[in-house]
């Protein structure tokens, strides 16, 4: 079985201030993962997968293996970063899937 | 290029009737995906479908039934609502492949009293 945890449900920084968005998974084999977010009322979007490392709106993240963990990080918040964020792993089972935490809210205030 | 498109964006239900939602996707994309949301719980995959004509359960299909008649069309339907049902509801279609991202619809949000 395949669960994502996402411990942390609201996050409330000040603008400027670092940000990490903590996601753990459970899986047995070698997952795919991905961060998604959310604008409000909006559509969810990819913001990054694991595969490509890239920095995206100066966010990265870094697969963990012995943790099992895939951590979001910006050094800078920005207000235009308040979201919802949901990390999501796909392991090997047939159709695709994704399985989704539960989400973090992320607000950065002025 | 509308990429995915799902009708209605928003629908109050009285309990026991029924509904469908529609799920269009013009990208050729073979899977697609039904997902709930709900408050704390994140999204929750409810049927999904591999190609035209093929449907499968996901985590939480019980009270919903799906069809994919057309590639590029996922109906989401619900025989006889209950308040339990109330959520926003989101589309998904992707192409298959490793790394390859899922890309959303708007949702509809539905409403049962």
């Known amino acids: 079985a395949q669960r994502v945890t996402q411990p942390e449900k609201l996050l409330s920084v000040f603008k400027g201030a670092p940000v990490e968005l903590k996601c753990n998974y459970s899986y047995s084999g070698s997952p795919e993962l991905f961060w998604y977010v959310q604008y409000s009322r909006q559509r969810l979007q990819l913001l990054l997968r694991?595969?490509s490392r890239e920095s995206i709106k100066g966010f990265t993240a870094d697969l963990n293996k012995g943790e099992t963990s895939f951590h979001l990080k910006k050094p800078f918040a920005q207000e235009e970063d308040s979201a919802m964020y949901y990390c999501?792993?796909?392991?090997?089972?047939?159709?695709?899937?994704?399985?989704f935490g539960g989400g973090t809210r992320v607000l950065v205030k002025p | 290029n509308a990429g995915v498109t799902q009708t209605p964006k928003f629908r109050v239900l009285k309990t026991g009737q029924s509904m469908t939602l529609l799920c269009a996707q013009d990208m050729n994309h073979e899977y697609m995906y039904w997902y709930r949301q709900d408050p704390g719980m994140g999204l929750r995959l409810i049927h999904y479908s591999v190609g035209e004509g093929t449907t499968a359960k996901g985590e939480v299909p019980d009270g919903y039934n799906v069809s994919r008649l057309k590639k590029q069309n996922f109906l989401l339907g619900l025989e006889s609502a209950a308040p339990s049902q109330t959520s926003v509801y989101f589309c998904?279609?992707?192409?298959?492949?490793?790394?390859?991202?899922?890309?959303f619809g708007n949702g509809t949000r539905l409403t049962v009293t």
């Open positions: 999501a792993l796909r392991g090997q089972a047939a159709g695709n899937k994704l399985t």
């Open positions: 694991h595969i």
């Open positions: 998904a279609s992707g192409p298959g492949g490793i790394n390859s991202p899922l890309h």
